[in-house]
C-alpha cells in the first residue's frame, strides 16, 4: 500500500531557529500533500495544501511566511517552521493521496525551547 | 466538505463489541465516509471506507444506512489496543480535496 514517510519524528530546536520537517511518497507519486498540525487532546488542523511545482494554499489564520512549504518533486514535500517560538511546539502531520486513499506520515514532534 | 457529529468519548470493557456512530447529514452524492484510528504521537491510520450498506474487513465493520445521513463502526471484541482516538470522515473519493477532521471520538477499553 502507499506509504508516507515523514521525518524526523522528533525534535527539539531553540527559540528563533528554523526547523525543517520532510514528507515523503515512497512508493507513489504525489501532486498534493497537505499538512495538519495537532495539539495535545485536539483533532488534527489543516495548516496547508503543498502543490507540486506551484505555491502552497494555506488555511485562514496560518501564516506563510512562517510555515514555508516547499514541494520541489513529486515525492517530497517540505514545511519549514522559521524563527521558532514556544508556541510553534505541536505536533506536525503529513498527508498524501495514492490510489488506494488518504495516507498519513507518522508525525513530528515539535519542541521549541 | 460535509460536517460530522461523533460522541467525544467511549468505554468499553475488553472483548466487548463498540459501535461508533457518526452523524453527517450534509453528505453530498459523490461522499464516501472513510474512519481513522489514530494513537498518541501516530498519525492517522486508515481503517474502512464505504459508501452504502455495509462494508466489512479483517479489522471492522462500517453500517451505512439507506440514507446515508450516519454510520456506524463496529470493531468486534475490542482489547486493550484498540484505545484509540476514531475519526470520522466524509469527502469525495478522487481528485485532491484535503480530509478536515472533526473531533473524533475517544475510545477507552478498559480490562
Known amino acids: 500500500g502507499a506509504v508516507v514517510s515523514q521525518h524526523p519524528s522528533w525534535v527539539i530546536c531553540k527559540s528563533g531557529t528554523s526547523v525543517k520537517i520532510e514528507c515523503r511518497s515512497l512508493?507513489?507519486?504525489?501532486?498534493?500533500m497537505f499538512w495538519y498540525r495537532q495539539f495535545p487532546k485536539q483533532s488534527l488542523m489543516l495548516m496547508a495544501t503543498?502543490?507540486?511545482?506551484?505555491?502552497?494554499?494555506?488555511e485562514q489564520g496560518v501564516e506563510k511566511d512562517k510555515f514555508l512549504i516547499n514541494h520541489a518533486s513529486l515525492t517530497l514535500s517540505t514545511l519549514t517552521v522559521t524563527s521558532a517560538h514556544p508556541e510553534d511546539s505541536s505536533f506536525y502531520i503529513c498527508?498524501?493521496?495514492?490510489?488506494?486513499?488518504?495516507?498519513f506520515g507518522s508525525g513530528t514532534r515539535l519542541t521549541v525551547v | 466538505l460535509a460536517k460530522t457529529t461523533q460522541p467525544i468519548s467511549m468505554d468499553s470493557y475488553e472483548g466487548q463489541e463498540v459501535n461508533i456512530t457518526c452523524s453527517h447529514n450534509n453528505i453530498a452524492t459523490n461522499d464516501y465516509i472513510t474512519w481513522y484510528q489514530q494513537f498518541p504521537s501516530q498519525g492517522p491510520r486508515f481503517i474502512i471506507q464505504g459508501y452504502k450498506t455495509k462494508v466489512t474487513n479483517e479489522v471492522a465493520s462500517l453500517f451505512i444506512p439507506a440514507d446515508r445521513k450516519s454510520s456506524t463502526l463496529s470493531l468486534p471484541r475490542v482489547s486493550l489496543s484498540d484505545t484509540a482516538v476514531y475519526y470520522c470522515?466524509?469527502?469525495?473519493?478522487?481528485?485532491?480535496?484535503?480530509?478536515?477532521f472533526g473531533k473524533g471520538t475517544r475510545l477507552s477499553v478498559i480490562a
Open positions: 498527508s498524501a493521496r495514492g490510489l488506494s486513499g488518504y495516507t
Open positions: 512508493d507513489f507519486q504525489a501532486t498534493t
Open positions: 503543498s502543490n507540486e511545482g506551484s505555491k502552497a494554499t494555506y
Open positions: 470522515l466524509v469527502g469525495g473519493n478522487s481528485g485532491n480535496t484535503p480530509l478536515v
